[in-house]
């Protein structure tokens, strides 16, 4: 089987933000296709149970929807070995526990399996399985949480563990649609018909056919690895902010909604904004990380804590939300000074503040004790552009802003971004957006 494609698939699964495991041969990190759920919830908890049944029912050809006593909806998919790895058909064999604590063999055979026995007893298989999920059909409320844990005779001290876990877990919009989408993924990248299993009745069976006799462990910890994985993608998301990553961070930002976190107040707008006044500190601070200046950030911050504060519906709020981090990673690729020495960085923070006033270089040589020659050549190196040069692109950066938002006429927008001369300015414009300051606002008219 081709591992690229494989690669591929497991990164397309989980670009939707939901895992997607590539079972090892020996079936040793089936734990993961539960988030280690069972693994943590007991101490003598063996996934042999959940191997045989993919052995038994995931076959070539099918995406097999597994629905099972956690309420955790997952899909299997199962690829044959390919003609150059294969080592022909293996035998129906007797099922025995993995060494990771699992039962003793019970002489059952698995009805036509797939699977063999190595030297060590370990069960291993040729072909290769991919476990998509865990996902929810819909969020669980106290209720849905409550049934499960009566359901699989679950204690009450551990409610607020599996409220952790569940509120992890990706709902998606619509479960048909992911399945298509499944569908039409493995297709493409396998070249095989696919259709969709969903084996009778199995939402009442268990993949553990003796939980009468398993031991809880007395502090599974779910609650503190959902809020230590919480915080770890969130600084994963900040210095993705920092860097002015964007699609990382968008990426990142998607994980992160997985986690519902508990409102704290009944009244949702409110909450939501709450939630967004919170993003918006933590994208501040972020980008104060990537060496921005805080007059910009304090500017662009402001301005989103007036719209979060104004805004009364959640369009209106979706809206900021989807443009915040979009904005904060522009201010670090417009504004941050990070690799930059102290000395171009103080030339290019009083350029951008007094962008308007008479300025060359040799008023910045004069401004920073250094000759003209030094400062030229230091700022060229670390900018790839000259001091004049980036004199003019903040000066027509602003003056692209006047000619968007304002009807001044050309020439005070010339002279309010420090040209006196409104045909040099014109040329300048010219030069670096291609077209005169007049045709350019008669463009953004017409558009």
């Known amino acids: 089987m081709n591992k690229e494609n494989l690669n591929l698939f497991q990164q397309i699964v989980q670009a939707h933000n939901i895992t997607c495991t590539i079972v090892e041969k020996d079936f040793s990190n089936l734990y993961k296709t539960d988030l280690e759920l069972r693994y943590k919830l007991y101490s003598d908890y063996d996934y042999s149970d959940f191997r045989d049944y993919l052995l038994r029912n995931c076959k070539p050809g099918h995406i097999l929807k597994i629905y099972d006593e956690f309420s955790l909806i997952s899909y299997a998919l199962c690829l044959p070995p390919s003609s150059e790895t294969s080592s022909g058909p293996t035998s129906a064999v007797p099922s025995t526990g993995s060494e ?46 409550q049934k499960i844990m009566f359901k699989n005779k679950l204690p009450d001290m551990l409610y607020k563990d599996l409220s952790a876990f569940y509120a992890k877990l990706p709902v998606p919009p619509n479960t048909k649609t992911l399945e298509a989408t499944l569908l039409v993924i493995a297709e493409n990248l396998f070249s095989e ?36 994985e919480r915080y770890e993608l969130e600084n994963q998301f900040l210095d993705m902010i920092s860097t002015g990553n964007y699609n990382a961070a968008a990426r990142l930002y998607a994980k992160l909604n997985n986690y519902r976190i508990t409102p704290r107040n009944p009244n949702s707008i409110l909450n939501r904004k709450n939630l967004l006044i919170i993003l918006n500190t933590l994208c501040r601070k ?24 104004e805004a009364e519906t959640d369009t209106e709020l979706d809206q900021i939300e989807g443009e915040m981090i979009h904005k904060y990673c522009l201010l670090v690729r417009n504004h941050s000074m990070k690799n930059y ?48 040069d980036y004199i003019h692109s903040v000066r027509i ?29 014109i040329k ?7 077209n005169s300051p007049k045709q350019y606002r008669s463009q953004m008219t017409k558009t």
């Open 100 to 145: 990771t604590g699992g039962p003793e063999d019970t002489g059952e055979p698995v009805t036509e399996s797939d699977g063999s026995i190595s030297d060590m007893g370990i069960v291993t298989t040729d072909n290769t399985y991919l476990v998509a999920g865990p996902v929810l059909k819909e969020p669980c409320t106290l209720a849905d949480i």
């Open 193 to 228: 018909k696919y259709d969709l299993q969903e084996p009778l009745g199995f939402s009442s069976i268990t993949f553990d056919s003796s939980s009468a006799f398993r031991r809880l462990n007395q502090d599974p910890s779910l609650a503190i690895s959902s809020i230590e």
């Open 397 to 425: 950066r602003h003056a692209l802003v006047l000619l968007n938002s304002t009807a001044l006429p050309i020439h005070a927008i010339a002279a309010s971004c420090g040209y006196s001369d409104i045909n040099y300015f």
């Open 341 to 388: 020495s102290q000395l171009t960085q103080r030339c290019i923070t009083y350029i951008d503040f007094h962008y308007a006033e008479p300025l060359s270089l040799s008023f910045f040589a004069d401004m920073c004790h250094v000759t003209k020659s030094y400062l030229s050549t230091l700022f060229k190196k670390e900018t790839d552009t000259n001091i004049t």
């Open 428 to 434: 300048i414009f010219k030069r670096l957006n291609g």
């Open 286 to 309: 972020a980008v104060e990380r990537g060496n921005v200046h805080p007059v910009y950030i304090d500017e662009l911050s402001t301005r989103l804590a007036i719209q979060i504060n």
